[in-house]
């Protein structure tokens, strides 16, 4: 079996269960090799057997369930990956399959609870992930057809439409259903900045703008908001307004490394190239490794200042340090890219 050989290994195996008709282990070899071989019906009747002669054999619960699932016999599935693990609960597998069954059951409900224990098991698993967004996308589906037959007109249902359009792209629908879920609650908190973030996505940054400020008229301390309103006004050449408003958010999160590189920008905008070099040394530091982006542009805004106030080692310093963070940044993208691939071609050989 090791080896690959698996029409050799059931014929062995089978000629081992006519001679020991007894024998669980054997049944439960036969039946690998058969499910090895896709032979599922024959499979399913030689873990079956195994698991009568020996209940609580290691493995065999699973593999019957992963059999009958092949079959598409999905209730049967359910209670033997059920059994699967109960009898090994820190098996990742057999929590996997369990939800698996369930999806293919139409029950997302159990499906998700069975995954999200997979996931907490092997929580990068690439198949168990799949199968789990899997899940979450089919209750999430339900859940809005369900408000969608409850309340048709709900403004809670325009702003579901509108972040689906979203995330397709179709800006223009998105537009049209927050406004109409806006009309309808107009003083929701939440709304203004969703549609705002459209408008963003579309450069539209007037409107972004205006809605971000309405945003913070119902909800003054959203934080959010207020972060993403001063990026407004810094691409809208306001910089007084966005240095305004980066101050405050600073005061209520000090270690916000992108709040003090636009504090950086804003400053620049005004002529405050002093200040502006003390924010952006400020965002060096507080960038971790997740703020690589953060990191790598403010190092090129510190060597662009240190050059104009005629620091030229600092400057040089600075370039070299943006230089090489691009260069690993650009290799952690190809790599990425290698990687994806190498899954892309993983999924389509093991997924279920």
Sequence with gaps: MQSGHWDEAGAAFARVVRMRPQFAEAYFNLGLAQSEQRKWDE??????????????????????????????????????????????????????WLG???????????????????ARLKPNDVDILYHRGRAYMLISKECYEKMYEAEP???????????????????????????????????????????????WQQNDLPDAEAEFQSELQEDPDNVTAMYKLAVVSVERAKPEAAASLLQ?????????????????????????????IQSFSAAVTEAGKDDSETLRQSY??????????????????????????????????????????????QMQDATP
């Design 43 to 96: 499979a399913s009747t030689s873990l079956e057997r195994a698991l009568k002669l020996k209940p609580t054999l290691h493995g065999a619960s699973l593999f019957a369930g992963i059999a009958k699932y092949r079959q598409n016999e999905y209730p049967q599935a359910i209670t033997l990956l059920r059994h699967a693990t109960q009898q090994e609960p820190g098996n990742a597998a057999a929590y996997m």
């Design 100 to 118: 698996v069954a369930e999806l293919a059951a139409a029950d997302a409900d159990d499906a998700a609870t069975a995954l999200d224990k997979a």
């Design 153 to 199: 007109n709900s403004w809670r249902v325009h702003e579901v439409l509108g972040q689906s359009f979203a995330e397709a792209e179709r800006y223009g629908d998105a537009i049209n259903e927050y406004l109409t879920a806006i009309r309808l609650q107009p003083h929701e908190p939440g709304l203004h900045q969703e549609l705002a973030d459209v408008y």
């Design 248 to 276: 405050e958010v600073l005061r209520r999160n000090p270690r916000s490394a992108d709040a003090h590189y636009q504090l950086g920008r804003a400053q620049a905008q005004m002529g405050k190239e002093d200040a502006a």
């Design 300 to 345: 090129y805004q510190l060597a662009q200042l240190y050059r104009r106030a005629q620091k030229p080692a600092e400057s040089q310093a600075a370039l070299q340090s943006f230089l090489r963070l691009k260069q690993e940044a650009d290799a952690q993208q190809a790599q990425r890219l290698q990687d994806k691939l190498k899954r892309a071609a």
